[in-house]
């Protein structure tokens, strides 16, 4: 938004960006979020973790049991079950499409069955921990039992790992370029032409109150001029101050704005209009 005060001697031209540069970047870091969250579940499902089977016995025939599960990479502990164990069995996953079946462990309680640990291609990887926990079941006088099983990291995912180590590299040099360009885009933009001292003085003002002033002479063969762009997405015009060094300064207007801001400054440093490149390019000098 564009605010203009004007006297005798100076024009002040007012441009608060402040809403539109924290909006634009609000919805840009929204829009990242979802290639951070992806990402990390499908990767959590590819970490080394083991599920822990502990059981204590209260009576000859009550045994209480809690079921665990480790994520190594993190040392993140997570208790998934617990249940009062009568008995185990191994069941099969089949899949007919791709036929192939797999083999897994299942507790069994009075009222409830849940799976425990990880499935396996072979059963005689199952059986043997099978054997372990009716072993345990059949003997009253042992009053503890602790069964582990790991998964079986697939093939390929150190590759994966190094591939989303990569992503995210990516991912947070965006964020990093973001919020350095957050903080080195002004919040507000004052043009002031001094008229009777014939200089521009333009100040910027960024996060944190930070300001930066500067000044430059309008003498010389400095002059102002409209661009006139034309491309895929239409006509634009660009208004521009062109110093006596070839230095340029833009201030960015929407485009019906334009030749507004043109004839006030234009006018008011008493500066002649002159038409170039056929009327498409205009300037005050």
Known sequence: MLKIQQNSDHLVIRQDKALSNILGYTLLSV?????????LSFISSFLPRQQTLKCTRSEPIQVNCQVQETIKVINQNKEISSINLTGVEIITHSDQEENYQVYQLQLISKT???????????????????????????????????????NNVPEGVN????FFIFWYGILIISVLTITFSFFSCPLVEMWVFDRKCNKLILTKQFIFKLQNKSEYALSGKSYLETEYIKDSDGDEYHLRLILESG???????P???????????GEFLQWKQQNTNGNKNIRFQ
């Open 255 to 265: 485009n019906n704005e334009v030749n507004q801001m043109f004839q006030v400054v």
């Open 31 to 39: 829009f990242l979020i979802p290639f951070f969250i992806f990402p």
């Open 112 to 150: 409830e069955k849940f799976n425990f640990g990880y499935s396996r291609l072979y059963q005689s990887e199952i059986s043997p921990l099978a054997q372990k926990i009716n072993s345990f079941l059949t003997n009253p006088t042992q009053r503890s039992f602790q069964l582990t099983q790991e």
């Open 247 to 253: 230095e340029k300064l833009t201030l960015n207007c």
């Open 159 to 162: 590759y994966m790992l190094i």
